[in-house]
């Protein structure tokens, strides 16, 4: 399995230009919508494969009350082995602010739990950009670089060696619903689950538990039973004292995460992500999904 992090992917951009104040409203705006959480929230499981390579590819709609924008996600895995990526873009104000982002994790997955490697995390506007890139160890996250780099602030919290003790990335933690024989019928089964996440810059936990049962509708009139998961989120580090987004984001009731279970594939499928935000509401859905492998065959989901 080639890996799919590339230095030169993270952190060669090119020429940045000084931002306007355009940039700078819609800066603050995508600030108030956690990219890191929603990926974390969208949550892909793969059990340990013993023979051949099963590899997943899913297309989400994002809407928001600023704009729109879609993100890609392919992940492959051999053995315990594993590799993500996903890529974002996004378009606010008619189309003249525009962001785009990419992200790839690689690593093992030991007791149907994700060890991380290596996580890579870059974005950029036509003004401004950061990149992100982390190495894991046994234990947690061993070296850190960021670009711009995390300078001290006295409103932040700061993060220091025992927040980043057993964590995973954001887009590790979308293999943490894995399940040996994914439920029909029981949603506090599909919900229960707690993850600890660094991105690089926050520290946060999730943690699910069971809200209702719901219908996902597909294509071609095609309806399935849905666990709706009600998300906690709880910031940890990193973060600024008092501040809003943040502050509403932990109060939050709102946050949900739908869960469509595929036994013969092993895992549950996220059909929609909700997150409330200062501004509105913002959701993540399910545009297509494919998984393929040796042991699942092919199953394909679209809306």
């Given at each position: 399995m080639k890996n799919c992090l590339k230095r030169t992917d993270v952190f060669n951009w090119g020429a940045?230009?000084?931002?306007?104040?355009?940039?700078?409203?819609?800066?603050?705006?995508?600030?108030?919508?956690?990219?890191?959480?929603?990926?974390?929230?969208?949550?892909?499981?793969?059990?340990?494969s013993h023979a051949g390579e099963t590899t997943v590819q899913a297309v989400y709609k994002i809407n928001a009350p600023v704009g729109s924008g879609k993100f890609h996600?392919?992940?492959?895995?051999?053995?315990?082995?594993?590799?993500?990526?996903?890529?974002?873009?996004?378009?606010?104000?008619?189309?003249?602010?525009?962001?785009?982002?990419?992200?790839?994790?690689?690593?093992?997955?030991?007791?149907?739990?994700?060890?991380?490697?290596?996580?890579?995390f870059s974005a950029r506007s036509d003004k401004k950009a950061e990149a992100i890139r982390m190495n894991f160890s046994r234990n947690g996250v061993k070296k850190i670089k960021a670009v711009p780099p995390n300078r001290p602030h006295p409103k932040r919290i700061s993060v220091n060696k025992s927040h980043l003790r057993n964590v995973v990335d954001p887009l590790s933690a979308m293999l943490a619903f894995t399940?040996?024989?994914?439920?029909?019928?029981?949603g506090t089964r599909a919900c229960n689950r707690s993850i600890k996440i660094f991105d690089g810059r926050q520290r946060f936990n999730v943690s699910l538990s069971f809200k209702r049962k719901a219908y996902a509708q597909l294509?071609?009139?095609?309806?399935?039973?849905?666990?709706?998961?009600?998300?906690?989120?709880?910031?940890?580090a990193g973060h600024k004292?008092?501040?809003?987004?943040?502050?509403?984001?932990?109060?939050?009731?709102?946050?949900?995460?739908?869960?469509?279970?595929?036994?013969?594939?092993?895992?549950?499928?996220?059909?929609?992500?909700?997150?409330?935000?200062?501004?509105?509401?913002?959701?993540a859905e399910l545009a297509s999904f494919r998984i393929s492998g040796s042991k699942t065959g092919n199953i394909a989901l679209a809306r």
């Open positions: 940045v230009k000084k931002s306007s104040n355009r940039d700078k409203i819609a800066s603050k705006l995508l600030k108030s919508l956690p990219i890191s959480l929603l990926v974390s929230l969208i949550p892909f499981t793969m059990t340990a996600f392919a992940s492959a895995q051999s053995g315990n082995r594993y590799k993500m990526q996903g890529s974002a873009k996004f378009k606010a104000f008619l189309g003249f602010y525009k962001w785009k982002s990419s992200v790839a994790s690689n690593g093992y997955i030991y007791g149907y739990k994700p060890r991380p490697n290596i996580y890579a399940d040996k024989a994914p439920s029909l019928t029981d294509s071609n009139g095609q309806s399935r039973t849905a666990f709706v998961c009600r998300a906690k989120y709880r910031p940890i004292r008092k501040n809003k987004a943040v502050s509403y984001m932990a109060d939050s009731k709102g946050l949900e995460i739908w869960l469509v279970p595929l036994p013969k594939a092993k895992m549950y499928v996220p059909y929609k992500i909700v997150i409330p935000i200062m501004i509105g509401t913002a959701s």
